[in-house]
Nanobody, 123 residues
Framework: VQLQASGGGLVQPGGSLKLSCVAS????????MGWFRQVPGKERESVAA????????YYTDSVKGRFTISRDNAKNTVYLQMNSLKPTDTAVYYC?????????????????WGQGTQVTVSS
């Protein structure tokens, strides 16, 4: 499966962005999907994940109540709605796919990765 992430940009603190990740290739609904982020000099961290069924989701503590992951299998797309953004959310955001996965936070479970989209939260 090939993944193409988009939707990043510059936003003021307290603002919102919606990231999208479009998949092509094998049946999208066979994959759990995850969003990860990375800043220079730090390890890539899990942000959110959703199972291949869409019934199970995961969020890292720092984004709970602010970010929402969702998927539209008819459009082969996973989304990350990000509200109440903080400067600490600034990072390159990556989407990733895990065949028949449950939607975990472990990046080693994900075999397929998109190219990343930059999110900058700054006034």
């Amino acid at each position: 499966v090939q993944l193409q992430a988009s939707g990043g940009g510059l936003v003021q603190p307290g603002g919102s962005l919606k990231l999208s990740c479009v998949a092509s290739g094998r049946a999208f609904d066979d994959y759990a999907m995850g969003w990860f982020r990375q800043v220079p000099g730090k390890e890539r961290e899990s942000v959110a994940a959703i199972s291949w069924t869409g019934f199970s989701t995961y969020y890292t503590d720092s984004v709970k109540g602010r970010f929402t992951i969702s998927r539209d299998n008819a459009k082969n797309t996973v989304y990350l709605q990000m509200n109440s953004l903080k400067p600490t959310d600034t990072a390159v955001y990556y989407c990733a796919a895990d065949l028949y996965g449950s939607g975990t936070s472990d990046n080693s479970d994900y075999a397929y990765w998109g190219q990343g989209t930059q999110v900058t939260v700054s006034s």
